[in-house]
């Protein structure tokens, strides 16, 4: 990763483009920037958008991928298809890897070892190419670094732990068999779902929108009445419902009903 105006740059080996590799590149890149930049552009890849059509606000983008980039606050642009132009700047850094003595070494001792501690620190090279002037802009990039404008880092990602769901129209997501509810606002849109010890916390955009005790019956409903406040806040006659006002109310488990009487009822 390289910003654009400081031309500061960060890199590292890995051995697989997953998309949690990925997130922690990009985690580990605003940790060593001291922050996050308002946008970046990535190169149509598959981990960032899934469908490339003409324009940007076309395409589908990943919808992890998205969460995480809602979470920090930046903005993902995509680059024009066949535009090599359009990031010269990465395009260089590529370049730099290349001639570095790390690639030969890589290939015959195995690229899973630069990462151990003591073969090749990464770190150690990026400082050393940061701390030199560069030739475009004549300026030392950490010296650059400090009008960047990045934006602070608060809040750590949790990557393991996570899963995206959507919520349904009864403002629900579904989790391990059973069902948990989320504010009606949230319907039709995709949310980030953490399990932590006996909590089941929801969040759009890094915002915690719902929390939940996680049952682990089957098939139950585990709502908040308030998440449906929205939606029954007024009546008919324009009378407000009070019916929701409890603001103690944390869940509200819902068992299905037993419906094996009726069929007594009708197989008898």
Not at 51 to 76: I, P, V, W
Not at 161 to 172: A, P, Y
């Amino acid at each position: 990763m390289i910003l654009g105006y400081s031309r500061m740059r960060y890199i590292a080996f890995v051995t697989d483009m997953s998309i949690n590799t990925l997130i922690r590149r990009h985690q580990n890149a605003f940790r060593y920037f001291g922050g996050c930049p308002e946008e970046i552009l990535y190169n149509n890849m598959k981990q960032v958008v899934i469908k490339r059509l003409l324009k940007q606000e076309d395409s589908t983008l990943n919808r992890q991928f998205e969460d995480f980039a809602g979470f920090h606050g930046f903005r993902s642009i995509l680059c024009w298809p066949y535009r090599g132009q359009t990031k010269g700047k990465v395009e260089r850094t590529v370049q730099f890897v290349r001639e570095c003595e790390a690639c030969p070494w890589a290939q015959l001792h195995g690229r899973d070892q630069i990462q151990q501690p003591g073969r090749f620190e990464w770190t150690s090279r990026c400082n050393n190419v940061n701390g030199k002037v560069h030739a475009t802009t004549n300026e030392i990039p950490f010296e650059r670094l400090k009008k960047e404008g990045l934006s602070p880092l608060s809040r750590e990602y949790i990557i393991d732990k996570i899963n995206l769901r959507r919520v349904q129209k009864d403002c629900l997501i579904s989790y391990a068999g059973n069902q948990y509810s989320v504010p009606a606002e949230y319907i039709g849109k995709d949310v980030a779902v953490v399990a932590l010890d006996s909590m089941l916390a929801a969040y759009y955009e890094g915002k915690q929108i719902a929390l939940h005790r996680i049952s682990y019956q089957r098939k139950d409903m585990v709502v908040n009445p308030q998440h449906y406040r929205r939606l029954t806040l007024k009546q008919t006659m324009g009378t407000e419902n009070v019916l929701l006002d409890q603001g103690k109310v944390i869940d509200f488990p819902l068992k299905p009903s037993n419906l094996s009487r009726y069929d007594e009822v009708l197989y008898d």
